[in-house]
């Protein structure tokens, strides 16, 4: 069990992180950066796997993910709450079984470090809370952005 408080951080760090790591691929233009620092990260460990050519349905749906990733790591920060804690691990979860179906099936080896990061919050999250009962009190604890 962990304190209110402590799981308050932990959903925070997790929006922080999909902040950082998702805004870029909001547009078509940041996300081409984006890949390119992949490319070069994944040549700097010595991968030679390379990521595929991006045609516009496949931009489409990066930029979708990327959009409303974006905005679901904004709500989370302007308004953390518990509820929105154990949303995110369902997400998260949802989230690391695709990247597992990708990888066994011939995605990019980097999206393993993604997806130890999905399990590890998405347990974080999942963690029962000091006092707090599935529909009790503490169900709606929230910090201030």
Same mark, same amino acid.
């Given at each position: @069990?962990?304190? *209110?408080?402590?799981?308050?951080?932990?959903?925070?760090?997790?929006?922080?992180? #999909?902040? @950082?790591?998702?805004?870029?691929?909001?547009? %078509?233009?940041?996300?081409?950066?984006?890949?390119?620092?992949?490319?070069?990260?994944? +040549?700097?460990?010595?991968? *030679?796997?390379?990521?595929? $050519?991006?045609? %516009?349905?496949?931009?489409? @749906?990066?930029?979708?993910?990327?959009?409303?990733?974006?905005?679901?790591?904004?709500?989370?920060?302007? #308004?953390?709450?518990?509820?929105?804690?154990?949303? #995110?691990?369902?997400?998260?979860?949802?989230?690391?079984?695709?990247?597992?179906?990708?990888?066994?099936?011939?995605?990019?080896?980097?999206?393993?470090?993604?997806?130890?990061?999905?399990?590890?919050?998405?347990?974080?999250?999942?963690? %029962?809370? #000091?006092?707090?009962?599935?529909?009790?009190?503490?169900?709606?604890? +929230? $910090?201030?952005?």
């Amino acid at each position: @069990m962990i304190g *209110t408080s402590t799981y308050l951080r932990v959903v925070r760090a997790s929006a922080w992180y #999909d902040l @950082m790591v998702t805004i870029g691929f909001a547009t %078509p233009w940041t996300f081409a950066a984006i890949l390119a620092g992949l490319e070069t990260i994944s +040549s700097l460990f010595g991968i *030679t796997a390379r990521f595929p $050519v991006f045609e %516009p349905a496949h931009m489409l @749906m990066a930029n979708l993910l990327g959009s409303i990733v974006t905005v679901w790591a904004i709500l989370r920060l302007r #308004d953390t709450q518990v509820r929105y804690g154990r949303y #995110d691990a369902a997400g998260r979860f949802l989230f690391a079984t695709w990247q597992l179906y990708a990888l066994l099936h011939g995605a990019h080896p980097i999206v393993w470090s993604f997806l130890v990061v999905e399990v590890a919050f998405g347990i974080a999250q999942v963690l %029962p809370i #000091d006092g707090v009962r599935c529909r009790g009190n503490g169900a709606r604890a +929230s $910090v201030a952005g």
